[in-house]
């Protein structure tokens, strides 16, 4: 969940993700499976830096999976 900004330039483009939130299918300590969390709960910890983890583990699966999303093709097969 969240919005998405596409913008083109020239033979570029560049996405900018907002609001970003992740629904769990899980239930992990005190989230339960189907409560919704903005990214800034899962990624940060207090001090508002990024966990470990999710700089190692969770972020390249989040830009692999929103890059295989926004594929862009130059195909006019619509």
């Known amino acids: 969940m969240g919005s998405f900004i596409i913008q083109f330039k020239e033979s570029q483009y560049r996405i ?3 609001s970003l939130q992740f ?3 899980t239930s992990v ?3 339960d ?3 919704i969390e903005s990214i ?3 990624a940060l ?3 508002g830096e990024f966990r470990k983890r999710f700089k190692s583990k969770d972020l390249p699966i989040i830009e692999n999976n929103l890059s295989k999303l926004f594929e862009l093709s130059q195909k006019n097969d619509w």
């Open 16 to 18: 900018t993700a907002k």
């Open 23 to 25: 629904k769990r299918k």
């Open 40 to 42: 800034e709960q899962y």
């Open 45 to 47: 910890n207090r001090d």
């Open 33 to 35: 499976e189907g409560s």
């Open 29 to 31: 300590g005190v989230f």
